[in-house]
């Protein structure tokens, strides 16, 4: 969709849910994918190519925090902000435990210096207010391309022979 504030993955085992946030999300004019678990997920990050991914934590195949993990863990998807939303998720607590953070040790990411299951940018409880979820993939967006601008601006600067490629 031309002119849209941005692209959204929207991951979740609830059709009922992937329709809602999608929904949301589209009237605000974003284009919207959905996948059905992680394993599907992974299979159309790089086709479509989104700003921001929403994420559930409890879905068949590949969950939530492995997907964190796998999308992590690839150079070409890191860089992309995660929304997990999850009814497992207490609002009051970040991870609705009170004795700290799930026990992610068998997380894959474990192993290749991320944190493991880190890298989630945002927690959303379900039922979640809709407006929370918009304003927060706006944010994700908004600072994304100004991470860009950031990039791209101190190249267009360079004196043009620093440009150059050496034969």
């Not at 692209?7 to 009237?27: C, G, T």
């Not at 605000?28 to 989104?50: I, K, S, Y």
């Amino acid at each position: 969709m031309p002119g849209a504030p941005g692209r959204v993955l929207v991951v979740d085992d609830s059709q009922v849910i992937r329709q809602l946030i999608r929904v949301n999300l589209e009237l605000d004019g974003f284009e919207v994918m959905t996948a059905c678990d992680g394993a599907e997920c992974l299979e159309r990050v790089h086709r479509f190519r989104p700003d921001v991914i929403t994420l559930d934590l409890a879905m068949p195949r590949l969950d939530g925090l492995g997907t964190v993990d796998r999308l992590r863990l690839d150079r070409s998807t890191r860089h992309i902000p995660l929304l997990l939303i999850s009814a497992s998720v207490d609002p009051r607590r970040p991870w609705g435990a009170d004795d700290g953070p799930p026990d992610w040790s068998g997380s894959a990411s474990g192993d290749a210096g991320v944190p493991p299951g880190g890298g989630i940018d945002a927690v959303l409880s379900k039922p979640f207010e809709p407006a929370e979820l918009v304003g927060l993939v706006k944010r994700f967006c908004a600072e994304g391309r100004r991470r860009v601008v950031q990039l791209v601006k101190p190249l267009a600067e360079c004196a043009p022979a620093s440009r150059t490629l050496a034969p």
